[in-house]
């Protein structure tokens, strides 16, 4: 019940009560008081400061909907990745730390290739954008970088991340199974190029696994989880089609999984690449580049 004059400890209480089935349950707390109350610093410097009413009536249904299994990242609207914020909500996929893995990857590799031009990145199903702007931040000198992403509904928080962080980053509405997309890549002369590098986290899941999927995850497009019966389809598409405009010694970077991974290798060869090298961390797969021949 939300109760006139309830402090800054009261309302963080009243949240916290409402998480209870919550896994992270005190940081998810501490999250949705900043968001919608003040600071945490002030719920420790001023615990008897009185809650403005629409601001704890919005934070309780806010943990409300939390406590639904609605995910936190949507509720804040936005989230950290590889050191910047990014704006998230319905209809975009969340960005996850494992994703990170793909950055290392690729900047290691643009490290590798990079001579005495900038290299051409393009970033398929590109999301929110976060693989893209992050290899762009951090090579700025290096690439000229590229972002496809087909959902009408996840473009806008591309369009509205690359403004966010002034990211020298080309946008580019389209289906990554479309051939034709392939025209849309030019160096900085305007002269149309081939590609270097490769970045993609595209839709992964099986339908075994779309079948299972966890309640937080159910609230994210299935457009950005599912691939294909195995989880293999935008892998082979993009290992086949887009592997066909890479530019000699360019290299391809992907999200990978356990359970995908000696599969997507196979996929790889198949379509002319070498040079297989497999991210770990923690003993899992993180991510796979390899090198055209």
Same mark, same amino acid.
């Given at each position: 019940?939300?109760? !006139?004059?309830?402090?800054? $400890?009261?309302? +963080?209480?009243?949240?916290?009560?409402l #998480?209870?089935?919550?896994p !992270?349950? $005190?940081?998810?707390?501490?999250c949705?008081?900043?968001?919608?109350i003040?600071?945490k610093?002030?719920?420790?410097t001023?615990?008897?400061?009185?809650?403005p009413?629409?601001?704890?009536?919005?934070?309780?249904?806010?943990?409300?909907?939390?406590?639904?299994? &609605?995910? #936190?990242? +949507?509720?804040?609207?936005?989230? @950290?990745?590889?050191? *910047?914020?990014? $704006?998230? %909500?319905?209809?975009?996929?969340?960005p996850?730390p @494992?994703? @990170?893995?793909?950055?290392?990857?690729a900047?290691?590799?643009?490290?590798?290739?990079y001579r005495?031009?900038?290299?051409?990145?393009?970033? *398929?199903?590109a %999301?929110?954008?976060?693989?893209?702007?992050?290899?762009? %931040?951090?090579?700025?000198?290096?690439?000229?970088?590229?972002?496809?992403e +087909?959902?009408?509904?996840?473009f806008?928080?591309?369009?509205d991340?690359i403004?966010?962080?002034s990211?020298?980053?080309?946008?580019?509405? %389209?289906?990554?199974?479309?051939?034709? #997309?392939?025209d849309?890549?030019?160096?900085?002369?305007?002269?149309e190029?081939?590609?270097d590098?490769?970045?993609?986290?595209?839709p992964?899941? /099986?339908d075994?696994?779309m079948?299972? #999927?966890?309640?937080?995850?159910?609230?994210e497009?299935d /457009?950005?989880? &599912?691939?294909?019966?195995d989880g293999l389809?935008? &892998?082979?598409?993009?290992?086949?089609?887009?592997?066909?405009?890479?530019?000699?010694?360019?290299?391809?970077?992907f999200?990978a999984?356990d359970?995908?991974?000696?599969?997507?290798? $196979?996929?790889? @060869?198949?379509?002319?690449?070498e040079?297989?090298?497999?991210?770990m961390?923690c003993?899992h797969?993180?991510?796979?580049?390899?090198?055209?021949?």
């Amino acid at each position: 019940m939300i109760t !006139d004059n309830m402090t800054f $400890k009261g309302a +963080y209480d009243r949240i916290y009560s409402l #998480l209870e089935n919550v896994p !992270d349950r $005190k940081f998810d707390c501490v999250c949705i008081f900043e968001q919608f109350i003040a600071p945490k610093e002030e719920l420790y410097t001023h615990p008897d400061s009185i809650c403005p009413e629409n601001a704890l009536q919005m934070a309780v249904n806010a943990a409300h909907r939390r406590s639904e299994g &609605y995910p #936190l990242q +949507y509720i804040l609207g936005e989230w @950290e990745f590889y050191g *910047l914020s990014f $704006k998230v %909500g319905e209809g975009v996929l969340i960005p996850r730390p @494992e994703t @990170e893995f793909v950055v290392d990857e690729a900047i290691r590799l643009i490290d590798e290739i990079y001579r005495d031009r900038k290299l051409i990145v393009a970033d *398929l199903c590109a %999301g929110t954008g976060c693989i893209a702007i992050s290899i762009a %931040g951090n090579r700025r000198d290096k690439v000229k970088t590229f972002a496809v992403e +087909y959902s009408g509904d996840a473009f806008p928080y591309l369009v509205d991340n690359i403004g966010r962080h002034s990211a020298d980053v080309t946008m580019i509405r %389209g289906d990554v199974s479309n051939g034709r #997309l392939l025209d849309n890549f030019v160096d900085d002369d305007g002269e149309e190029t081939g590609i270097d590098l490769i970045v993609s986290n595209p839709p992964y899941l /099986t339908d075994e696994e779309m079948n299972d #999927l966890q309640k937080e995850i159910t609230f994210e497009p299935d /457009t950005a989880l &599912y691939g294909g019966s195995d989880g293999l389809k935008f &892998y082979r598409v993009i290992s086949a089609l887009w592997g066909s405009i890479l530019n000699k010694g360019g290299a391809i970077v992907f999200e990978a999984c356990d359970n995908l991974a000696s599969e997507m290798v $196979k996929i790889l @060869e198949a379509s002319g690449f070498e040079d297989i090298n497999t991210v770990m961390s923690c003993g899992h797969v993180r991510a796979l580049s390899a090198r055209k021949k």
